[in-house]
C-alpha cells in the first residue's frame, strides 16, 4: 500500500492511541532541544498529546507551531511512557502542511538525488556558485533557503562509480565463503563524501565480508520530515526494493553509514508513513544495520579484527539524534575505544540543530544555530581538533558551527585499520 | 538471521535513581555494564532532595534511631533488608560523588542524625536526610522572616499560598510576584532555570526582585537556579540580593531533579558504564532459575542483552512496571517474576480514603535479603520495584532507591569477573 488507505489510519491510530499513556509528566520537555531555543514551538508535549484532543481526521488542521518541531525524535527517545510524540506530530506536520501547501523549495531540497546528478558533473561550477554569496541571497529570497546555511560541497565523482569499478577488478578470495552484506550507502555518500562509502567498504572487506553495492537512490527520509508524505512512501518502497533483491539468503545483512537514513528503513518510514505491513520494506527493516552499530556487534561476538594501530589524537564525538533513535546506545564510543592511543570525549549536547534540511530553511536557520550552540560550545571547551558524529548533515552543520573538520567514527577505524595507506582516504574532508 | 546480541557482565534496567546507582556502583567495580531503561526516570519528577524516613507515622527528627525502630517493627521493609549501616554507606558515597560530576561546586548536604525540614510548593514543611545547597537555607529552623517569589508566568507556583502555610507553621512569611520581561506568556521552571544560567537576566530578576524586599528577609524561590552551575547562580543571586536564598521544590519538570540525574548520568559514563535510552525490556531468556538474557524492543528488530547479572530498577506501580490488571491480577512487567504483598483473594485491596494506608500499596517483586529475586537467582531488585515500603507515606523513596542501588550492586558486584571479551 502507498496511499492514505485502510492501512494507513490504522497505524495513525496506534500512535494515536500511545497518546492515552501520556501522563503529562514534562520529560519530554525537558529534552526538547528547539522549544529550548525558541519559543515559536511549544514543546513536545503541548504540539502532541496536548493538541493531539484537538485534531479530527477531515477537519482543518489546527496547527502552525508543530511545524517549527524539527523531528529530531529525541522526546519518543525519553518517554518513560513510551508514548509516539515525535511520530504524532510528524503526522500533524504533514496534514498541516497539506493543507497550507508545501513551498517550491520543500520539494527541491528534499531531493538528495536530483541535486546530486545536477551537481556532480559541473561540480566545480555548483561548489563555487553555492559558496557565492550573490547567489545565495538570490536563493534565500527566491527560494527560502538560507542564505549562510552549511551547503556541502559536490564531490565531483559518485561513490557508485568507483564501486562498480572495484567489483569488476579482482577480488581477493576469502578461503571460506564471506559472509555477504547489502552496502546502503545513501546520498550524502554518493555525491558529496564517496570516500566514508570507500571505508565502509575496506573496514567491511578487512573483516572478512563480501560487500555489494546496489543501484540504489534516495531512502525518502528528507520528504518525510517536511511532510510530503506521498512522495516519501514512493521512494522509500523503491529502495526497499532494490536492496531486497540482494539479500539472497538468512544470514546476509544490510549496513548503511548514513545513521539518519538506516533509522529511516528500520522504524521511522514503517511507523510515520504508515508503511508497517508493506512487506520490502518490513523485510529490510529487520536486516538493516548502522555500520558501528554491526561492527560492535561483531565485537562482541568475538568476530571484529582488532589489528588497530595507535592514534595519538584526541577527538569529540557526538552522537546525532538520528543515531540515538536506533536505541542501541553510542556503539561508536566503544568502537573508538578500541583503537589505542586515541583520546575520544564524549559531549552532551542534545542536536546540532540541523536536522536534515530543518536548518537550511531561512525561517529556521536561527533556531537551529541556536539550538546547535550547546554542542559548538562543548566541542570548543573539549579542546578537541576534530569532531566524529555518525550523521552526514550533522557534520556539515558541526563543521559550520565549530570550523573544526568533521568526519565519521568510522573514520578513525580505518586509519587504525591501517587502510589509508593503500586504499581509500582520499578525501576532501572538513 | 542471526539475533542481535551483545554481552555484559550486568545489565541494569531503569535509569532512576536505584538504576543509575547500581550501574555507576558496578561500573566503578570494573564490570562491563549497560543501563536499560524505556525514558528517563523519576529524577526529573521529584524534588531531588535525599528523603530517607520522613515519618514513621508522625514525623520523623532523626532518621537514624527511627529506621532502628522501623527495621525492628517491619521485617518485611526495604530497610530491615539492607540495614542502616548501608543506608549510611550509600549516603555517604552519594554525598561523595556530587561535587566531583559536572556541575562545579554543587553539593548535598546532611546525614542521618538529623531531618531537615523544607518548605514545599504549598508551603508544607517536608523532612529530608540529604539535601542540595540551592535548599539548605530553606530549613525551618534557619528561616524567620521570608519572602516567597513568583512571577506570573509561572503559573503553577503560588507565593500567596506558599507564605500563608508557612505563615501557619509559624514562619513570618509573605509572598511577592516579580514580572519580569519574557518572550512567552507562560514559562515553566526550566525555561527560567535556563534564564537563570545566563547572567545578565539574572541581574535583571535581582534588581527587579530587590526593590519588593524587606531586610532581614532571606528569599525563597521556585527550584529554578540554573541547569549549568546552580552553586555559581545560588551565590550571585544571594550577592546580588544581599541575603540568604533557598530554592522550593515544584511541579514537573524538576530543575534539582535534572540536575541529580545529570550528576548520576556522569557518574555512569565516567566509570565506563553505557546508557540505553530508549530500550524497554520487552522479553527475557531463562535457564531454570537463571535469566540469561533480556531484551529491546531497538529500531527494526530486537536487540538482546546477555549477562551473568541483572538489576531490575524498574520502579513500581507508577513507571507501569508493576500493574494490577483489568481481572484484578497483579503482574511484574518487565521479567515476569513473582511478587509479594498482594492482598490475598477476598480480602481488601484499596480503603475508601485516599490517603489512608493502602494494602496494594506495599506490592512489590518478592526477594531474599540479599535483594535476590525469587525464582530468578541472578536479578537482584532495586528501588520503586522492592515489597513493603509505602514510601509517599513515609517519605523514603530516595533513601530506598539509594541504598538498594547501591546494595544490589555489592551484592553482584562481589561475584563479578569482569571479562576480557568486552574491554
Known amino acids: 500500500m502507498s496511499g492514505p488507505d485502510d492501512g494507513e489510519l490504522f497505524v495513525a491510530e496506534l500512535l494515536r492511541g500511545s497518546l492515552d499513556h501520556c501522563v503529562k509528566c514534562t520529560i519530554c520537555e525537558t529534552a526538547c532541544p528547539v522549544s529550548n531555543a525558541t519559543p515559536l514551538f511549544p514543546g513536545p508535549k503541548y504540539a502532541g498529546p496536548q493538541s493531539e484532543r484537538y485534531r479530527v481526521a477531515d477537519e482543518p488542521t489546527v496547527d502552525a507551531s508543530v511545524d517549527y518541531c524539527s523531528g529530531c525524535g529525541i522526546c519518543s527517545q525519553v518517554c518513560p511512557q513510551g508514548v509516539k510524540i515525535a511520530e504524532i506530530n510528524a503526522q500533524a506536520r504533514h496534514k498541516l502542511k497539506r493543507q497550507k501547501g508545501f513551498p517550491l523549495r520543500d520539494r527541491v531540497i528534499t531531493r538528495p538525488t536530483w541535486l546530486g546528478r545536477a551537481g556532480t558533473p559541473t561540480a566545480p561550477i555548483a561548489n563555487f556558485t553555492l559558496r557565492f554569496k550573490p547567489f545565495r541571497i538570490l536563493g534565500e529570497k527566491v527560494l527560502g533557503v538560507h542564505r549562510d546555511a552549511p551547503a556541502p560541497a559536490f564531490a565531483g565523482r559518485r561513490f557508485s562509480k568507483w564501486a562498480r569499478k572495484r567489483a569488476a577488478g579482482a577480488r581477493v578470495s576469502a578461503d571460506s565463503p564471506a559472509r555477504k552484506v547489502v552496502y546502503f550507502h545513501g546520498c550524502g555518500t554518493e555525491y558529496y563524501e564517496p570516500w566514508e562509502g570507500e571505508k565502509v567498504v575496506e573496514i567491511l572487506e578487512h573483516n572478512g565480508f563480501e560487500v555489494v553495492v546496489p543501484k540504489q537512490d534516495c531512502c525518502g527520509l528528507p520528504l518525510q520530515s517536511s511532510g510530503l508524505f506521498e512522495e516519501g512512501r514512493k521512494v522509500v518502497i523503491r529502495l526497499a526494493k532494490a536492496l531486497r533483491q540482494h539479500v539472497t539468503d538468512e544470514d546476509t545483512i544490510i549496513v548503511g553509514n548514513a545513521t539518519s537514513c538506516t533509522l529511516m528503513l528500520k522504524r521511522e518510514a514503517r511507523e510515520i508513513l504508515s508503511l508497517q505491513d508493506d512487506p520490502d520494506l518490513k523485510f529490510v527493516s529487520e536486516r538493516t544495520y548502522d555500520i558501528c552499530e554491526l561492527l560492535l556487534e561483531l565485537h562482541h561476538r568475538g568476530e571484529l579484527k582488532t589489528d588497530f594501530s595507535p592514534i595519538n589524537e584526541s577527538v569529540a564525538y557526538h552522537a546525532p539524534c538520528q543515531q540515538q533513535g536506533h536505541w542501541v546506545g553510542k556503539p561508536a564510543l566503544d568502537l573508538l575505544a578500541l583503537v589505542p592511543g586515541l583520546d575520544v570525549r564524549e559531549m552532551n549536547a542534545r542536536c546540532c540543530g540541523i536536522a536534515g534540511t530543518y536548518g537550511l530553511k531561512v525561517e529556521k536557520y536561527d533556531i537551529a544555530m541556536a539550538v546547535g550552540r550547546d554542542l559548538f560550545d562543548q566541542v570548543a571547551a573539549s579542546g578537541a581538533p576534530a569532531v566524529a558524529c555518525d550523521s552526514e548533515t550533522c557534520r556539515w552543520q558541526i563543521h559550520h558551527g565549530t570550523q573544526l573538520p568533521s568526519v565519521h567514527p568510522i573514520d578513525y577505524l580505518h586509519r587504525a585499520y591501517g587502510l589509508a595507506q593503500n586504499g581509500a582516504g582520499r578525501n576532501g574532508s572538513g | ?423
Open chain 2, 1 to 423: 538471521m542471526r539475533r542481535s546480541e551483545l554481552h555484559f557482565d550486568a545489565v541494569v534496567i531503569g535509569a532512576g535513581t536505584a538504576g543509575l546507582v547500581a550501574g555507576t556502583r558496578l561500573a566503578q567495580g570494573g564490570a562491563q555494564v549497560c543501563v536499560l531503561a524505556k525514558g528517563v526516570g523519576s529524577t526529573h519528577l521529584a524534588p531531588a532532595t535525599i528523603d530517607v524516613l520522613g515519618y514513621a507515622p508522625d514525623r520523623v527528627p532523626a532518621p537514624r534511631p527511627a529506621l532502628e525502630q522501623l527495621i525492628a517493627a517491619r521485617p518485611d521493609h526495604p530497610y530491615a533488608l539492607l540495614g542502616t549501616d548501608v543506608v549510611g554507606e550509600a549516603l555517604s558515597w552519594f554525598a561523595e560523588i556530587v561535587p566531583r560530576g559536572p556541575l562545579p561546586g554543587y553539593v548535598y548536604g546532611g546525614s542521618l542524625e538529623h531531618n531537615q525540614l523544607l518548605p514545599t510548593a504549598v508551603g508544607a514543611l517536608r523532612p529530608s536526610a540529604l539535601v542540595p545547597e540551592t535548599m539548605a537555607n530553606g530549613e525551618a529552623s534557619r528561616l524567620e522572616r521570608v519572602c516567597i517569589v513568583g512571577t506570573p508566568a509561572l503559573r503553577d507556583f503560588h507565593p500567596s499560598l506558599c507564605a500563608a502555610n508557612l505563615e501557619r507553621a509559624g514562619i513570618e512569611a509573605r509572598a511577592v510576584s516579580v514580572d519580569v520581561k519574557l518572550d512567552r506568556a507562560d514559562m515553566n521552571t526550566l525555561g527560567l532555570a535556563r534564564r537563570f544560567d545566563d547572567e545578565k537576566w539574572r541581574r535583571q530578576f535581582c534588581s527587579e526582585l530587590s526593590l519588593t524586599l524587606r531586610a532581614e528577609e532571606a528569599v525563597g524561590l521556585p527550584a529554578m537556579l540554573g541547569l549549568r552551575d546552580p552553586h555559581e547562580v545560588l551565590a550571585d543571586v544571594e550577592h546580588r540580593l544581599g541575603r540568604r536564598v533557598f530554592e522550593i521544590p515544584t511541579l514537573p519538570p524538576s530543575v534539582p531533579g535534572m540536575r541529580l540525574y545529570e550528576i548520576l548520568r556522569s557518574a555512569l559514563r565516567a566509570a565506563g558504564g553505557r546508557l540505553v535510552l530508549g530500550a524497554e525490556v520487552v522479553s527475557c531468556d531463562r535457564e531454570g532459575d537463571r535469566v540469561t538474557a533480556v531484551s529491546t524492543h531497538a529500531a527494526g528488530r530486537d536487540l538482546t542483552y546477555l549477562a551473568p547479572w541483572f538489576v531490575l530498577a524498574s520502579g513500581g506501580f507508577a513507571s507501569g512496571a508493576i500493574e494490577l490488571d483489568s481481572h484484578w491480577v497483579t503482574h511484574e512487567r518487565v521479567l515476569g517474576l513473582p511478587l509479594r504483598g498482594v492482598p490475598a483473594e477476598g480480602e481488601p485491596r484499596f480503603t475508601g480514603s485516599y490517603f489512608d494506608e493502602q494494602p496494594m500499596a506495599r506490592v512489590g517483586v518478592a526477594v531474599d535479603s540479599d535483594l535476590r529475586s525469587e525464582g530468578a537467582e541472578n536479578v537482584l531488585v532495586a528501588g520503586a520495584a522492592l515489597p513493603g515500603a509505602i514510601p509517599w507515606r513515609e517519605g523514603s523513596g530516595e533513601g530506598i532507591a539509594l541504598a538498594s542501588g547501591y546494595r544490589a550492586a555489592q551484592v553482584a558486584g562481589a561475584q563479578v569477573t569482569p571479562t576480557a571479551a568486552t574491554v
